[in-house]
């Protein structure tokens, strides 16, 4: 039907922060305590239902690794959306995640939906960036902020219904 939408989801961020177990968590509803970290990049799709429309996602989970970076166009060009994932007990990975929202800004399209997603949020007591960080650097540069857990599923499907909402209806 005429609401079916297909859109391509990219997640970038710094090695660690989370992007393949937000997507495994989301894809399979399945967490590990010990995810290998990725290489090059790995492929899931996911379809859910938003209203009157049928979105399937068609996500790459992308290497945070920096060896990998030069990889990131490939996987970020006619993409309909991104997720620049940090996690929320490491200052460097939210200084990695602005220098991605940077390099999306100038090479990205400007109808790219960009989500900044803080994930961990289980690990309160080990937290480096305060949410309220988060959500003024995302209102600055008007973005979509959530904080999120994947081991704990806490905000998981939000983040992508919060995306698959915002997405433009054919
Ligand atoms: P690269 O593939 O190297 O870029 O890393 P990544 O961003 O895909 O991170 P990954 O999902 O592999 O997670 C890294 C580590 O953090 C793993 O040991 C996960 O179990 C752990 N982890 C991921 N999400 C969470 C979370 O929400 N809470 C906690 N406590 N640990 C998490
Ligand atoms: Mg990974």
């Not at 690990?123 to 209102?139: C, F, I, N, P, Q």
Request: glycine content about 6%; cysteine-free; overall charge positive.
């Amino acid at each position: 039907n005429s609401n079916a939408i297909n859109a391509k989801l990219v997640l970038l961020g710094d090695m660690g922060s989370g992007k393949s177990s937000l997507v495994l968590r989301f894809v399979k509803n399945q967490f590990f305590d010990f995810q290998e970290s990725t290489i090059g990049a790995a492929f899931f799709s996911r379809t859910v239902g938003v209203n009157d429309a049928s979105v399937k996602f068609e996500i790459w989970d992308t290497a945070g690794q920096e060896r990998y970076h030069s990889l990131a166009p490939m996987y970020y060009r006619g993409a309909a959306a991104a997720i620049i994932v940090y996690d929320i007990t490491s200052t460097e990975s939210f200084e990695r995640a602005k220098k991605w929202v940077e390099e999306l800004h100038k090479q990205g399209n400007p109808n790219l939906i960009i989500t900044l997603a803080g994930n961990k949020t289980d690990l309160e007591d080990r937290r480096k960036v305060a949410a309220a960080d988060g959500r003024m650097y995302a209102e600055e540069r008007q973005l979509v902020f959530i904080e999120t857990s994947a081991k704990t599923a806490t905000n998981v499907s939000k983040l992508f219904y919060e995306i698959a909402k915002r997405l433009p209806r054919v």
